[in-house]
């Protein structure tokens, strides 16, 4: 089956970090854009920053305060993203997708999804 594994989430407080992994089970990122997903409780599934095949980073909404950032690691067929400074509103499931080269579109122009990772902050 081709699909993601998100995982590093957890309960954190406000304030604090995380860094959430993503795995390609069933076939190679090369040639792929992957993107990190947020979805709230009862929200729609939003774009955080998304990453190219060359590398070319794109950020989304509140992303691009700074504290979000994505990276990959083609040889260990995983992206990363780091959050930092968390906060309240990082409360949801973070899923990554990927479509072919470039970085471009909403969640549905994604595929591969897994069953996503549950980020919870707390105050």
């Known amino acids: 089956q081709l699909q993601f594994v998100e995982s590093g989430g957890g309960l954190v407080q406000s304030g604090g970090s995380l860094r959430l992994s993503c795995v390609a089970s069933?076939?190679?990122?090369?040639?792929?854009?992957v993107a990190w997903f947020h979805q709230a409780p009862g929200r729609e599934r939003l774009g955080v920053a998304c990453?190219?095949?060359?590398?070319?980073?794109?950020k989304y909404g509140d992303a691009d305060e700074g504290r979000f950032t994505i990276s990959r690691d083609n040889a260990k067929n995983t992206v990363y993203l780091q959050i930092d400074t968390l906060k309240l509103d990082d409360t949801g499931v973070y899923y990554c997708?990927?479509?072919?080269?470039?970085?471009?579109?909403?969640?549905?122009?994604?595929?591969?999804w897994g069953q996503g990772t549950q980020v919870t902050v707390s105050s």
């Open positions: 990453i190219g095949n060359s590398g070319e980073v794109t």
């Open positions: 069933g076939f190679t990122l090369d040639y792929d854009a």
């Open positions: 997708g990927a479509r072919p080269y470039v970085c471009a579109g909403g969640h549905r122009e994604y595929d591969y």
